[in-house]
């Protein structure tokens, strides 16, 4: 399995990018994905959910309202939308699958669900 992400990106405070994660070796239809990123000196966080329909997305209350989790699942492919962003969403993101394909959980948020991740994309705000 391999989640391979997209470069590096810097963004003014306010911006908006897209960062995506293309997935290879994996039934990706039928797996729920999420964004999660670490900051210097912290550990690393919850950002999004999407399952694997694209039907249901859910989201950290810090990421709430500004960015966005979909999927294109004929590309493998799957992105975040980040908007009205802020010198403290200064992190690596990175994707993650479910272990278990057509998982559903109440624990996503939590990173021992997922079994695959991307090297991670460093995304810089600057103020």
């Known amino acids: 399995v391999q989640l391979q992400a997209s470069g590096e990106a810097l963004v003014q405070t306010g911006g908006s990018l897209r960062i995506s994660c293309v997935s290879s070796g994996l039934p990706f239809s039928r797996h729920g994905m999420g964004w999660f990123r670490q900051a210097p000196g912290k550990e690393r966080e919850f950002v999004a959910r999407?399952?694997?329909?694209?039907?249901?997305?859910y989201y950290a209350d810090s990421t709430k309202g500004r960015f966005t989790i979909f999927r294109d699942n004929a590309k493998n492919t799957l992105y975040l939308q980040l908007s009205s962003l802020e010198p403290e969403d200064t992190a690596v993101y990175y994707c993650?699958?479910?272990?278990?394909?057509?998982?559903?959980?109440?624990?996503?948020?939590?990173?021992?669900?997922?079994?695959?991740w991307g090297q991670g994309t460093q995304v810089t705000v600057s103020s």
């Open positions: 999407i399952n694997w329909r694209g039907s249901s997305t």
């Open positions: 993650a699958a479910d272990r278990r394909p057509e998982f559903g959980t109440a624990l996503y948020s939590t990173p021992t669900i997922y079994g695959s």
